[in-house]
């Protein structure tokens, strides 16, 4: 049996291949950007085609960097972006665009170009919406798909069929329609747990059509990730990714929860896959807790079945900005641009550059939090997804000077990562308060491999932090999907005990404690400060 597994990760800005042995340990990676298209309006387009050629070359680049035979390759797994991808009736892309290119096929995740479609979806109140935190979000795909038949009827109408990214990504390697349950379920409105699509709800919010035609442009074959999809990997996908025909191929998972599921059930250390938090923070930031039975946690979307570890539920809430967040917070600065320059002669980013200040001006990691000063961060950019459920919301700052030092902008830097902290500190209260109870955060992705964000995170929420042994949990959840799919391990759980470990722990620091506390009180009041602003001005 072949003893190596690819797992391949299409983010907002790149595709990314990685190889695995059976262990987990990476054998060789490699990554491709991909085009990304942004217009007025919070529009945000891809093209299928640019992605597929992408991951292609991530693909055979990985593996000759492994120093493998590709016939040692013992399966793939896939996750993406939650965007949607439209197809025609010959496979062919569909512009879902006021531009008309073909090319650009995909909405992406970040769009959103369907808030008034949300807002009415969510006014009628349907009982589909208790399985999304009780309102659902412009960047899940029935909005999008009700903006696309309101304004571009065309599009809409020739599409042959609609798919979550990570689902076009199966199906363009293996010729199979089927869908995964974790994005038909966190994103389409699929009832994992019933094994049913509504039609009730589909007809209550405008989109009947699919009703009636059996939801066959939407899915009809479901599946629980890592299940093989099809007959492996087709002739024409196989010439393409430099693989054998046949090759086996998983379903799929949304980036997040392919980070998720190679972090939160490691073998060992603080707690049990059902008290662990993965926080997978990286452009955005997502929360994922599992649990054994469904708990209803107002602002958080699920409880979602099937959704990442097959038979458990999944609660997920996270920011749409978090690590970009933090890049548009610092950038604001005076001293950003000269700061930016330095951060580039050393070859790193502002953020890392910031980061590595703190810490040089400091004795300790947990005492950044002193060079915040008086400046406190609620760091809403582009909504609050969780717990608040408002794509509306907007980011306040408050205790600003004139200072243009370099000193003041490691302080606002130190601030906005705790405002983060405390926005995750929220999520866990609303969990909490419906049953989840959290005692580890298991911390992957890029902005959350620093150690000083990662006591920061500690110490706002006031839980131990764990950060995973591998530098590529992403990629790292996929090949766990391919292992599976290829018949190395007999499913998902023991996938994750056998290939995934956790490496640093971050333990609160009890000596800024209080601190954080009123850090945190505020926090709030500042972000209640920020929703009566709003309606004032509205």
Not at 114 to 137: D, K
Not at 345 to 356: F, K, M, S, T, Y
Not at 506 to 525: D, G, I
Request: aromatic share 6%; proline share 6%; glycine share 12%.
């Amino acid at each position: 049996m072949a003893g190596a597994y690819l797992g391949v990760d299409v983010g907002t800005g790149s595709a990314r291949a990685g190889v695995f042995d059976e262990r987990g340990a990476l054998l060789g990676a490699a990554k491709r950007d991909i085009p990304l298209y942004l217009a007025p309006g919070d529009i945000a387009e891809q093209s299928s085609r640019s992605i597929w050629e992408a991951v292609c070359a991530a693909t055979r680049e990985a593996v000759e960097a492994s120093g493998l035979d590709p016939a040692s390759i013992g399966g793939i797994g896939f996750d993406a972006t939650c965007s949607l991808v439209v197809l025609g009736p010959a496979d062919e892309p569909v512009p879902v665009g006021t531009s008309g290119d073909p090319e650009r096929d995909i909405i992406v995740w970040m769009d959103h170009r369907a808030v008034a479609q949300a807002a009415r979806i969510n006014a009628t109140a349907h009982p589909v919406l208790r399985y999304v935190g009780g309102v659902i979000s412009p960047e899940m795909e029935t909005p999008k798909l009700l903006w696309l038949k309101e304004n571009l009827p065309e599009s809409f109408a020739r599409a042959a069929n609609f798919l979550d990214l990570t689902d076009f990504l199966t199906f363009r390697a293996t010729g199979s329609l089927a869908r995964s349950s974790c994005t038909v379920t966190c994103k389409w409105t699929y009832l994992a747990h019933e094994r049913r699509w509504d039609e009730s709800y589909f007809r209550q919010v405008g989109l009947g059509e699919l009703a009636d035609e059996q939801f066959a442009r939407i899915g009809t074959e479901i599946v629980p990730p890592g299940t093989p999809v099809g007959q492996g990997l087709t002739a024409r996908a196989a010439a393409e990714l430099g693989l054998p025909v046949g090759t086996p191929v998983a379903a799929g998972l949304i980036d997040a929860h392919s980070g998720g599921l190679a972090t939160v059930g490691a073998k060992g250390g603080q707690g049990s896959l059902t008290s662990r938090l993965a926080y997978v923070m990286g452009t955005s930031a997502c929360t994922m807790a599992t649990s054994v039975g469904p708990s209803f946690v107002p602002g958080v979307w699920g409880p979602y079945f099937d959704a990442m570890v097959p038979g458990f539920w999944l609660s997920e809430g996270g920011q749409s900005a978090a690590g970009a967040a933090i890049d548009h917070l610092v950038r604001m600065h005076p001293a950003a641009a000269e700061t930016a320059a330095r951060a580039k002669a050393d070859g790193i980013g502002l953020a890392e550059w910031l980061g590595r200040s703190a810490l040089a001006a400091v004795p300790d990691p947990a005492e950044a939090i002193r060079l915040a000063g008086g400046i406190h961060v609620v760091p809403d950019f582009l909504g609050n997804r969780a717990p608040l459920a408002d794509p509306d919301a907007r980011a306040l700052i408050t205790g600003l000077g004139l200072d243009t030092s370099l000193e003041s902008l490691v302080g606002l830097y130190i601030a906005g990562i705790a405002g983060l902290g405390y926005g995750l500190r929220q999520i866990l209260v609303a969990l909490e308060d419906s049953s989840l109870p959290i005692d580890t955060i298991v911390v992957s992705g890029g902005a959350g491999r620093s150690p000083l964000v990662r006591q920061l995170l500690a110490d706002a929420t006031g839980l131990v932090v764990v950060a995973p042994e591998t530098a590529e949990p992403v990629l790292l959840g996929g090949a766990m999907l391919a292992a599976v799919a290829g018949g190395r391990y007999p499913d998902l759980e023991a996938a994750m005990a056998a290939m995934s470990r956790f490496a640093e722990s971050y333990r609160p620091a009890a000596a800024f404690r209080e601190l954080h506390e009123r850090r945190y009180a505020t926090y709030l009041k500042l972000q209640a400060a920020a929703q009566e602003a709003r309606r004032a001005g509205g």
